[in-house]
């Protein structure tokens, strides 16, 4: 298990851009499947980026082109590079890990506390 602590959320300007990251705790980091969640009212959390301890990524459609995922072993974190947002970006964005990549898609072994990110007009 680790545990996830996110930071760096904040209000943006639409076509501005804002990197969230999450820092975790635990040896077994190098070995997780991460991603980053998002939740905007009123809607289903959804899996926006993921990336595999080998580091091949996988993005949501809306996403692709205008985020990056990232992570860094060394340093036990992992970063969402967000540019060209757009309000419907808005959502409360969680940090997420899983032993595999299915499990990430599913039921992910540990979640941070989440960051709002807000993309104004």
């Known amino acids: 298990q680790v545990q996830l602590v996110e930071s760096g959320g904040g209000l943006v300007q639409a076509g501005g851009s804002l990197t969230v990251s999450c820092a975790a705790s635990g040896s077994m980091f190098s070995s997780m499947a991460m991603g980053w969640y998002r939740q905007a009212p009123g809607k289903q959390r959804e899996l926006v980026a993921a990336?595999?301890?080998?580091?091949?990524?996988n993005y949501v459609d809306s996403v692709k082109g205008r985020f990056t995922i990232s992570r860094d072993n060394a340093k036990n974190t992992v970063n969402l590079q967000m540019n060209r947002l757009k309000p419907e970006d808005t959502a409360v964005y969680y940090c997420a890990a899983a032993t595999t990549m299915l499990k990430l898609t599913t039921t992910p072994n540990s979640w941070g506390q989440g960051t709002q990110v807000t993309v104004s007009l």
């Open positions: 990336i595999t301890r080998a580091r091949p990524t």
